[in-house]
């Protein structure tokens, strides 16, 4: 016998063969769990942001213009987004120095961050590399890719040239 | 009735099994090269291929790569898959780049893949 309410006021009375009901609900189970699979967990917000890039000189001026022989320090200010998160966050910042699709040049700096907090990191590149115009881009990582790193903020570009 | 119960048998026992189905066919991260084998100065193109599960492909998320040629770094890039979980990147060999063995790995932060490419001398 199975009792259930119906709207605000009635009660409904309805007689069920107890092995119907329990079949009903043994498919329902193997309907959810076979939908599983096509579930999808979306979380890919990203903890960090570059809030800027600037490029400077030995004696700290920003500048965008360089000559070989000269190092070009990568002056990036990152910042922890996390809202609730009381543990330190590592990351791994990295510039990469690009001519066209050759990369001439990488800096790496790591470090971790609290939640809310910014830090300010300016590793040096040396130039040793022909005259044009190249890019600079800021990623910031989990850990190197090859140890399972992936992605925590959107990366910046900056364009400066060797003459 | 029969019948019922020896469907609902089967279908037990294919539940029974899905974990370790699923573990199977959990996130994934495939990686390749269009060639094995590539020259100086040549472009190398790294395709790959992220699901989240069997059927579910792994889209719009953010893709970490990083080319070595033993110690040293050759390339590194960040990309974003489609919707199709499909991500790529390209670069083109220094012309003093080492000849030997390189290897290309692609991280999300679900899963990890490897491929390898060689540059002659």
Known sequence: MLYWRYGRSKTIRKTMKGNRLSVSVIFAIILLTLCLPFSQVRANSYKFRIDSVKLRDDSGVERYSYTNGEFIFVDATITNIMAYSYASEPFLMLARMMKVDTMWGLGAFKASLMSGSSISAAPGILINAPAGTYKMTVFVWSDWASLGGYPVAAFVEVTFTIT | MALLVTALALISTVLFFLPVLSYRFG?????????????????????????????????????????????????????????????????????????GSYEAYASTRVSQGLTSFSVRA
Do not use: C, M
């Open chain 2, 27 to 99: 996130p994934s991260l495939s990686l390749s090269t269009e060639k094995a084998e590539y020259g100086k100065g040549d472009s190398v193109k790294i395709e790959g291929l992220a699901r989240e599960s069997l059927l579910t492909p792994l889209a719009s998320e953010p893709v970490a790569i990083e080319v070595r040629s033993g110690e040293s770094i050759v390339w590194i890039d960040q990309v974003i898959t489609d919707k199709s979980g499909h991500f790529s990147t390209s670069f083109t060999l220094g012309e003093n780049s080492p000849p």
